[in-house]
């Protein structure tokens, strides 16, 4: 693990960002999420060789629920005293310069592009509507960095430490939404904390819970048909 004394800076040099990621697997990890863990996994140690930043994986399972993995993840950010929390469902297709192009944007909490997995495959990003309902964000701006004013969905999110610290434990709770589980909750009590959440739409992950990877590709030709 990281040592938990590390100085945030050593003679005025910025040190690199530590990072927890954690992928909770509850089910066997499907071929194409499990290598693109793997060459991830690969990018991490050499950005870490380069001094850019370090990861240490947690990887829950088999058959624990996610806000139990979740909650175990997010108390090791607090335990080791790291920079960041990253998120990643054992489902997700994520590449290998994701945490490079998250980083770069230093944001609380932000997520890539990725869309439901299930009919009608909306992208897991919200705002509110004049009603004040949280709807998708169907019009999101391509290849740029937005804020998503009702939350987004937590299967890729990379959370700042200081949103954890702040939220206090448990930083997880279950939902009754069947559909989000406990996503827009989390997004919910950080945005009363005063944090915001941000969608990099340069950057895409791909659910593979159906034989078909579900990515922009194939929103944009369902949306033709609406």
């Not at 997010?74 to 590449?95: G, H, Q, R």
Request: proline content about 8%; glycine content about 8%.
């Amino acid at each position: 693990m990281f040592n938990a004394n590390h100085p945030a800076s050593e003679g005025g040099r910025q040190v690199q960002p530590k990072i927890i990621a954690t992928v909770p697997c509850y089910h066997a990890v499907e071929p194409e999420p499990f290598i693109n863990f793997l060459v991830l996994s690969q990018a991490t140690g050499k950005a870490e060789q380069r001094g850019e930043y370090s990861v240490r994986w947690c990887v829950p399972g088999p058959k624990i629920p996610t806000v139990i993995a979740r909650n175990t993840a997010s108390a090791f950010v607090i335990e080791y005293n790291t920079d960041y929390l990253l998120l990643i469902d054992d489902d997700m297709a994520v590449p290998a310069n994701l945490l490079d192009v998250l980083l770069r944007r230093n944001v609380d909490i932000i997520s890539p592009l990725f869309f439901r997995s299930s009919p009608p495959f909306d992208p897991l990003i919200f705002e509110f509507d004049e009603g004040g309902n949280r709807v998708p964000m169907y019009n999101y701006p391509k290849n740029a960095v937005f804020e998503t004013p009702a939350g987004s969905g937590t299967g890729v999110m990379l959370i700042k430490a200081r949103v954890l610290r702040l939220m206090g434990s448990p930083y997880w709770i279950g939902s009754t939404d069947p559909t989000m589980g406990e996503d827009m909750d989390f997004c919910d009590r950080a945005r009363r904390l005063g944090f915001r959440t941000w969608c990099d739409s340069s950057i895409e992950a791909r659910q593979m819970s159906l034989p078909i990877a579900i990515g922009s590709s194939h929103y944009g030709r369902q949306r033709l048909t609406r």
